[in-house]
């Protein structure tokens, strides 16, 4: 990679990261369900408790959680086929991955809330008004706000995609500081983990970004909400000024790590700079 971020920009970044007040983190279906579709109680636990750390030092969180399909599949008796069975599908697992981030936040004392949002929601400027007012109020009391596409009423055309652009979108809308995208892979690689050994972790990216994009075309499957929309989303919110994590949902203490300053992941740079004193990274 030639255009490897300065170091300077790297530390910037993750020390604004450390600091951010307001956080969003996205969990997708795999950092939530088993391989038969269940709820997976300890990876939700761990989540719960990542998060729960944050909390512990005052910092306002926003939850994005996927597994709504994920976990509903594992939950009716039916086999689920066409747009209309998920749709229903994702109704059940809904509700019970709410039961379930329910009773395990309760452990904490610590209340939450459920947002479904859709399209219209985003692109219409009352209705993200008054999202972003609910979201507001939710934090100033201490709640942590759960939000997901709303699944049952998106038809295939006018579906948000994946919660990849809705964290990223949420984020830039509630100016949060840091967008952390915990994934089952830990960052973005210069090749898919999965199928190449040979493929290294990319710790920083800025301005070596079209690089990255290039990588990520040519390494990712077709796979719904695969890496390269992780990596979209956290570019849109670098255009913002707000700084983003893709991490491994499973590593230990994960939110914990960030918030400590530590190197994890593959952290992306703020198109500005990571802050006024230098010209930042120089990103294009
Ligand atoms: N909204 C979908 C669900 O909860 C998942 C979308 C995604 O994986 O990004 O099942």
């Known amino acids: 990679m030639s255009n490897t ?51 512990s ?37 809904q509700s019970h991955l709410m039961r379930r981030y329910t009773e395990s936040f309760e452990r904490y004392d610590q209340k939450i809330a459920q947002i479904l949002l859709s399209q219209e929601d985003l692109v219409d400027s ?6 972003r007012n609910s979201v507001e109020t939710l934090l100033e009391w201490g709640v942590v706000p759960i939000i997901n596409e709303n699944d049952a009423i998106a038809i295939e055309e006018i579906k948000i995609g994946d919660n990849d652009m809705i964290s ?34 990319i710790e920083a990216v800025g301005r070596n970004y079209a690089e990255v994009q290039e990588i990520v075309e040519a390494s990712s499957s077709a796979e719904f909400g695969g890496i390269r929309t992780k990596v979209q989303g956290a570019r849109e919110v670098n255009e913002h ?16 790590k960030i918030v ?4 994890v992941g593959t952290i992306f740079i703020p198109v500005n700079g990571a802050s006024s004193t230098t010209d930042g990274d120089a990103n294009e």
Do not use: H
Not at 6 to 29: C, I, M, N, P, Y
Not at 65 to 70: F, K, L, M, R, T
Not at 241 to 248: D, S, V
């Open 57 to 93: 030092r005052g910092k306002e969180i926003i939850l994005v959680s996927s597994g709504a399909i994920g976990a509903g599949k594992g939950r009716v008796d039916q086999p689920a086929e066409t747009v209309e069975d998920m749709q229903a599908v994702s109704t059940v697992g």
């Open 260 to 263: 400590s300053g530590e190197s």
């Open 241 to 256: 000024g707000i700084p983003a994590i893709i991490a491994e949902s499973t590593e230990p203490d994960i939110l914990e």
């Open 168 to 201: 990223a979108s949420v984020a830039v809308g509630v100016e949060a500081d840091l967008l952390v995208t915990l994934t089952d892979v830990g960052g973005v690689y210069t090749g898919n983990p999965k199928e190449d050994p040979e493929a290294k972790k």
């Open 5 to 55: 971020p300065r170091l300077q920009a790297v530390e910037e970044t993750r020390k604004k990261a450390a600091e951010a007040d307001r956080v969003v983190v996205k969990a997708g279906t795999n950092s939530l369900t088993d391989s038969s579709s269940n709820v997976d109680d300890e990876k939700l636990e761990k989540l719960v408790g990542d998060i729960m750390d944050l909390r």
């Open 126 to 131: 009352d209705r993200f008004s008054n999202f």
